[in-house]
């Protein structure tokens, strides 16, 4: 059984692939065929959700790097949303956040919070 899981959601202009678990060197591949199906495939607007994305090493960031650089070629983008904390580090310390669009999480109720602190 793999540790990665890999879900997607096609909607009308763009595809949300929800990654979960932990991708390293044992998942790359089935991470990259999966981003490579989707680009082959048309997407034209790639979201990649990491809100259930526990863990991520530096191939499964360049994986995505790569999906970015192959869909900007096409006139296309990648975002990536809602990365946890551990993998939120990961990509600033790579300065991928640099490069991509990286949309944080929201946490509704503490939101909320700050802004009656005001």
Known sequence: M?????AVESQQFSVVMRLSGEADLSTLGQL????NDQISGGAR???IDLSGLRFADSSSIRALTDAH?????QGGTLELAAP?????RILVLLGIDQVLTVRPQQD???AGAQLQEG
Request: net charge positive; glycine share 8%; proline share 4%.
């Open 2 to 6: 793999s540790l990665l899981g890999i």
């Open 32 to 35: 990259r065929d999966a981003l």
């Open 45 to 47: 607007q790639l979201t």
């Open 69 to 73: 650089l192959a869909l900007r070629a």
């Open 84 to 88: 946890q904390p551990n993998v939120a």
């Open 108 to 110: 509704s109720g503490t």
